[in-house]
């Protein structure tokens, strides 16, 4: 079954030739890259090498221009966790049926209740009149899409008048959303994009003695929008893991690059995280919850008051996120760590 969805999108992608060149010319606008026609025909056989060589899963937009493929050499590219063999490996690591589950956020908000910091109903399952005692006048909360992603099923609402709630419950009201207490987050994140909540990206890999990991830390800025994730137009930039010194420029999916945040001008290279350790910590503890998922990307922050909170957890982090401050690949250092011995971090 595999082979023939394969095949089918080879064919398809030959077929659809002009549809596949003017998605790579968008890209490449998008990238600010110079280029003529030569050059997008040559990243069409490009992409098409590359899905041949690692599978159809090599996304377009996220890996081949999102992670930067289409810049870094072979070797960066079979080193790289961006390429379609990721989903493979993941497979392998975490458990098929309960990763499904985990990437649910009412799966997840009612497993790690106690790492949330923040109060939530599911409105699938909530009376009118828990709703509408769970709403205050004039405070905002975030609405999100029970199975969202990327930032792209996230709203943020707030109520002036019993109108406003009473509309807001005859929309919503056994519908597929949860509504959530905004979290305020403690003032050094808070300060690069005071319009977002920035969130840390860490991922966590347990190794094959049942040792969880920290392999990599990101952290993840809002760029003039509420939200802060990479594809909805954030910045990411990569931490040292054992200083919490943020060691890379920050960058954006279109390539861009910033060495203090665009908008609040607050520099972002060299920039050490105060309480490093805490966070850390505070993974290990999350990926112990559910050890049948070794893999995971998980959304952390500090609230104002102290606390870190858990925003979620993703056993499906993608390649765009990881690689794109890196000019080679992790798929190596993710594989050596999945295959060692012994704790820490």
């Excluded at 398809?12 to 890259?33: G, R």
């Excluded at 094959?208 to 137009?233: T, W, Y």
């Excluded at 990411?236 to 999916?253: M, N, R, Y």
């Amino acid at each position: 079954m595999k082979s023939k969805v394969t095949l089918k999108f080879f064919l398809s992608y030959i077929k659809n030739k002009k549809y596949w060149c003017d998605l790579i010319k968008a890209n490449l606008i998008k990238q600010n890259y110079c280029f003529d026609d030569s050059y997008v025909k040559f990243c069409y056989w490009d992409y098409y090498k590359l899905c041949k060589k690692y599978g159809p899963n090599t996304k377009l937009e996220t890996d081949y221009f999102g992670a930067g493929l289409y810049l870094k050499s072979d070797l960066a590219r079979r080193n790289s966790f961006a390429t379609g063999r990721r989903y493979s490996w993941r497979a392998e690591m975490n458990d098929k049926a309960l990763s499904n589950k985990f990437d649910d956020k009412s799966w997840f908000y009612e497993h790690f209740s106690e790492y949330l910091g923040r109060k939530f109903i599911f409105l699938k399952e909530t009376n009118n009149d828990e709703i509408l005692k769970f709403i205050q006048l004039n405070t905002k909360y975030v609405l999100k899409e029970i199975h969202g992603e990327g930032g792209k099923s996230v709203d943020f609402v707030t109520f002036e008048n019993e109108n406003d709630v009473h509309n807001f419950v005859d929309k919503y009201s056994g519908s597929n959303y949860l509504i959530e207490e905004v979290l305020v987050q403690a003032d050094d994140i808070r300060d690069f994009n005071p319009g977002s909540v920035n969130t840390f990206r860490i991922i966590t890999i347990i190794d094959k003695d049942g040792n969880p990991h920290i392999a990599q830390a990101i952290l993840r800025m809002g760029n003039g929008k509420e939200v802060d994730n990479f594809c909805s137009g954030g910045l990411a930039a990569e931490i040292d893991v054992a200083s919490g010194v943020i060691k890379t420029i920050a960058v954006d999916q279109y390539g861009g690059e910033y060495i203090s945040h665009p908008i609040t001008n607050k520099q972002i290279v060299g920039y050490r995280i105060e309480d490093w350790q805490e966070y850390c910590d505070f993974c290990l503890k999350l990926a112990k919850v559910c050890p049948q998922i070794r893999f995971v990307g998980w959304d952390i922050i500090k609230n104002n008051k102290g606390q870190i909170c858990a925003i979620e957890g993703n056993s499906t982090s993608g390649g765009n996120i990881t690689e794109c401050n890196s000019l080679k690949g992790h798929m190596r250092d993710f594989e050596k760590i999945a295959n060692q011995s012994g704790g820490g971090y």
